[in-house]
């Protein structure tokens, strides 16, 4: 069949027109905010005080003024639960600096504008625009990078800008001669196109970690990734420890088959839009490869199980059936070279800068964190950060991990500040040999194989040399009064707590504090299972007293978790008014 040269040309330029608007909505939403004080209203009149980004507002809100769900009625299904999934992931995170507002109006408006898809395409923008303020100004307390593990926000958010791309140019399309069947085949065909791209290059990436392309496949310890899930909390109150590791060597005999399973699904995404059955079958597979996920990790990307599904359910159709062609497919091939070529350039550069500055504000303008997300947290040497603390009656508790911060828990962001960035040093002042023995980072590329192979080495020994993983007994020590006197890096710490406690009074604080805001996570106890008793999770019916931060360091040897640090970095104190 001869290809459709016109339509190839209009699939790339959709491509690449959603990728441009995903960055530039990641770039102003990701800044709102953190500059100046916030709006009394909320996240979103802050955002809208900026002058500059009405230029480009406006123009993107009339380009969907004259649009219509008449002649795409499976568009409008799926429009609108994306535009819904985006929400609900919005809306549903608590962090740590939400406590001092809560943005309820925030959460109004994102929920009102994203049912107000359903009736209109006008309505996608400012949908897309809401959530995102909303999920990047929780997500951006001191401590916590905010985007290290919003995977599947980021996914979805960036199938929305294609998706809203696709709809503004829908008229202009249909006025150069494609029919409104074809328009909603091409917009299809664009999404599942940006999304199998974005699996295909993080199957690239782990394809260049190491001499050869087959490295990851034959060197990833994925059976790490369960013993620092279980280190984290996930799995330890129904897991003991020997459990664990009788797991992970289970997995570590499978490993290779497993690695190379992942790879070919997500470089196997390429080819879904050849036929609908590989495309079906693909969705299937990958809903399933996050399910596993779910249960070796705990981490769930419930926004991918739900449009991977959706689109299963879509997809069959009669009338999409133009979405599977030799134009589509070639097209496909070629914004997926063209953009791993970018991403994968942009990753390598934004990780020399992370480790030459600490920050990466001159090439992370040029960044999209739905490219660059891809962490694997495989190493055999973790640190974490834990918490435990004393509630006005004497009880000694566990904080639960998601009500820390709102996807991912505090522990890894501070992880990740100190890892990657070099960032707190008074946290742990022995930060820097941390990053030499451990150089894996959120931006999904190992940064030094040779530090890598080092650490596997170690595990691989029947007595691994860890003594230079252990800290002095010099580590710095702070304290933060009940005034709220303390070190700078600590603040947040205090506040969010000295919030919950002014808040305890509520009935409807204490029940959304319950809320789950991460599956399988919600009353998980804080605490690594190896250096203290079980305590009952904090259920934040009285208020606290004291919290204790406290710092560990284990690594897992293939036969056990040898506990490397266990310290007291910092307490805080309060009044139990």
Known sequence: MALELPRLGVFVILFFAGKLLSLLIYQLCWSNGLTRRFDTAGALMTFLRKPVPWLIHVPLLLSTAWGSWDDAPLLQVFVTTTM???????????GAVD?????????????????????????????????????????????????????????IRGSAC???????????????GLEPDQYESLTFAVVLGYQASTYLNNALAKAVLGDHWYSWITQNRVQCLVVNAYLRGWGSRIMSTETVIKLARL??????????????????????????????TMLISLAGFHSIVFLLTGLLEWEYVVNHLTICLLIPNSSLANVFSPTHFIALLFCAVVSFAWIGWLRLKIVSEFQT?????????????ADLLMAWWDSPYMRMFSFTAITSSGREVTWSVSQMSPYDTALTDIHTHIMLLGQHQDLDPRVASDRDIAASGVWGLITSTDQRDRLYQMMDEASPDVDPLRTSNTAIRWRCDSNGTGPTVAMPLWHYVECTNRYLRYRWFQLMMRWPH??????????CPLVAPPLPPYRFDEPVVQVTLSRIKTFYTGDQIVLVDHSTVGTFHFDPH
């Open 99 to 155: 406590l001092c507002r809560f943005f309820v109006t925030d959460r109004i408006i994102v929920i009102a504008l994203s049912a107000g898809v359903y009736f209109h395409p006008i309505f996608i923008y400012p949908a897309l625009v809401s959530a995102c303020c909303l999920q990047y100004t929780i997500s951006g307390w001191p401590l916590g990078p905010g985007y290290s593990n919003l995977l599947g926000f980021e996914f």
């Open 162 to 176: 294609v998706l809203m791309v696709c709809v503004a140019c829908s008229q202009l399309l249909i006025a150069v």
């Open 84 to 94: 819904l999934v985006l929400a609900t992931g919005a809306v549903g995170r608590f």
């Open 251 to 280: 997995i570590g005999l499978f490993r290779v088959p497993f690695c190379a399973i992942t790879f070919a699904v997500e470089a196997g995404c390429v080819f879904a839009l050849t036929r609908v059955e590989v495309c079906i």
């Open 357 to 369: 500055t600490g920050s990466a504000n001159r090439l992370g303008k040029l960044a999209d964190a």
């Open 518 to 527: 991460f599956p399988g996570e919600d009353m998980v106890p804080d605490v």
